[in-house]
């Protein structure tokens, strides 16, 4: 295995999961509830595939493994996939709620949302297309990528709907990512958005990786 290579996904994925760890610890600290938000399920989940991954590439280092075992790469393409979507979500969309609602743009990327908005989809995203062999994962592997997606899709759904109105309105507090104006039917379209979204991105972070990281890897 390429030795730098692995250097740099090592300390990119030490950067990542100590970013997760403090601002969890932040968030716990403050009485809040870190599974509620996309936002904090994919980064605590990136947090817990970089400490894996640091383990394994550790092992490398010393020679008691030769590479990832392919479903550490999957998983690692799954998790990149999720913080990215999030990355991608408050630069494109929340981040003009924000201005919508009254607020700077850039209140998004404060504090510990520096590292959950920016920082660690970033750090995973660099570690994952330029620094990671995928061992060969087949492309119809991205598939998997929808699993956490349509999963909150669900849970949003089901926790919006049952806090509705008398007159049946959703009810803003609920509806925590703005997704739902107007008629309530149009979560349905903004669902398909996400799927899809979120296909294309996994979609091409695998490609990137194969073209990139591939590239002069030695196994």
């Known amino acids: 295995m390429n030795k730098k290579k692995l250097i740099f996904s090592l300390l990119l994925n030490i950067f990542t999961f100590l970013s997760v760890l403090i601002c969890m610890i932040f968030i716990l600290k403050n009485g809040k509830n870190p599974l509620r938000m996309f936002t904090n399920q994919t980064n605590l989940i990136a947090g817990i595939v970089s400490l894996i991954i640091i383990v394994f590439e550790i092992l ?13 790469n999957i998983i690692k ?10 990355l991608l979500v408050v630069v494109f969309y929340l981040g003009f709620v924000a201005i919508h609602e009254g607020y700077s743009y ?10 959950f908005h920016f920082l660690t989809p970033l ?16 492309k119809r592997y991205t598939f998997l990528n929808l699993l956490h997606m349509i999963s909150y899709t669900i849970f949003y759904a089901i926790n919006v709907f049952s806090h509705l109105t008398a007159d049946g309105k959703v009810q803003r507090k609920y509806d925590w990512y703005y997704f739902i104006n107007g008629e309530n039917w149009t ?9 899809l979204a979120t296909y294309l991105i996994g979609f091409l972070l695998w490609l990137l990786n194969k073209k990139i990281a591939n590239k002069n890897y030695i196994d």
């Open 60 to 72: 490398i280092l010393f020679k008691k493994l030769d590479k990832l075992p392919k479903i550490i």
């Open 77 to 86: 393409m799954i998790s990149t996939t999720g913080v990215t979507l999030t």
């Open 123 to 138: 750090s995973a995203i660099i570690s994952f297309i330029f620094f990671e062999s995928n061992s060969g994962i087949k």
């Open 106 to 115: 850039f209140i998004l990327f404060k504090g510990a949302n520096l590292f």
């Open 187 to 195: 979560f349905i379209i903004v669902g398909i958005i996400m799927i």
